[in-house]
């Protein structure tokens, strides 16, 4: 049976941005659907605090598994995926990258253990991969969410004008996500 993971970003939690909304959508058609929260802050997101909570997760993770992630959860889901030896179906990462983008460095010290150099064995483990980038980010540069892509030969996405794809770029809701459910 197919099933969906929601993770969110750094500073986040399961209960922004376009992920309720989301959550609700895939359970209005009957599918099974896990919103994670995932510790955040200083001395909390790590690599290792976050992969215990998708190990708690990992027997409903198989090939037919959909993900939706949003900012640094790509990164991590393709480290978790590689470290893992998993298999998974289908990859939807939402402004997504693998490099220090060094506007705050809060975020830089908590996302500084997500960061993997292997990211290409990710495309064997992943049957389908998409990737939504704006041309407009706040956060990261356009040219570091393309190469991100292009590292994983996925198909790209490009909306104009959707900043972070979060509550402050208008995003409570991410209809065209929904044509990957």
Known sequence: MKNYFIIHGSFGSSQENWFPWLE???EAIGGKVENLDFPIGENNQNYHNWEMVLNSQKRFINEETVFFCHSISCIFLIKYCIRNNLKIGKAVFV?????YFGIDENF???????YTTQIKQFKNLCNEIICYYSNNDPYVKLEKLKEFAKSLNAKEIV????GHFNTASGYREFKDLLKHI
């Open 24 to 26: 609700y959508k895939i």
């Open 95 to 99: 402004s997504g990258f693998n490099h």
């Open 108 to 114: 830089d010290d908590v996302n500084c253990t997500m």
């Open 159 to 162: 909306v104009e004008n959707a």
